[in-house]
């Protein structure tokens, strides 16, 4: 196996550590390292059956290779969204709703404009901007809702 052998691929790895680092250092205000745990297990699985519908399936892009799962994609896939979601829910405060869906969606649709920009990512049906909508329903309905779901689970810790 080949380390670094396709297009853009050093965005990958880049992103993954720089994410990695946040979570493991960032002050835990909402949720504990179970919390962190499963919102790691849960974002990233929806992930996957994102890009499994919408890459296969649909086959709107290919990442990297288009008929593999490289290693960069896996990485990509698992934890890049995942660590995006982490940081999102430990700091989401209902005050301050609308910034958050607002910011993540605006962080996340340059993080896939990346992607494309780099190489990594190739759309075929799909334009970068149709993620938006995807993003800012996450981030303004599924996310606060899941904070709510764990904290009646303890794994989160509410202080306001």
Not at 23 to 45: D, E, F, Q, R, S
Not at 113 to 124: E, F
């Amino acid at each position: 196996m080949e380390f670094m052998k396709y297009k853009g691929e050093w965005y990958v790895w880049i992103l993954f550590l720089i994410l990695i680092f946040i979570v493991i250092w960032m002050p835990k205000k909402n949720l504990t390292w179970a919390g962190i745990l499963v919102t790691l297990g849960v974002a990233g699985h929806l992930t996957w059956i994102s890009d499994s519908i919408a890459g296969s399936i649909f086959d709107l892009f290919d990442l990297a290779k288009s008929n593999t799962t490289e290693l960069s994609d896996a990485v990509l896939l698992s934890f890049v969204p995942a660590c995006i979601a982490v940081i999102y829910v430990n700091f989401y405060s209902s005050s301050k709703r609308w910034i958050f869906a607002i910011s993540f969606t605006l962080v996340s649709f340059i993080l896939e404009l990346g992607l494309v920009k780099v190489g990594y990512m190739k759309n075929k049906n799909w334009e970068t901007w149709y993620g938006v909508p995807v993003y800012f329903i996450t981030y303004k309905f599924f996310f606060p809702w899941f904070l709510k779901l764990i904290t009646n689970k303890k794994l989160v810790k509410i202080t306001s």
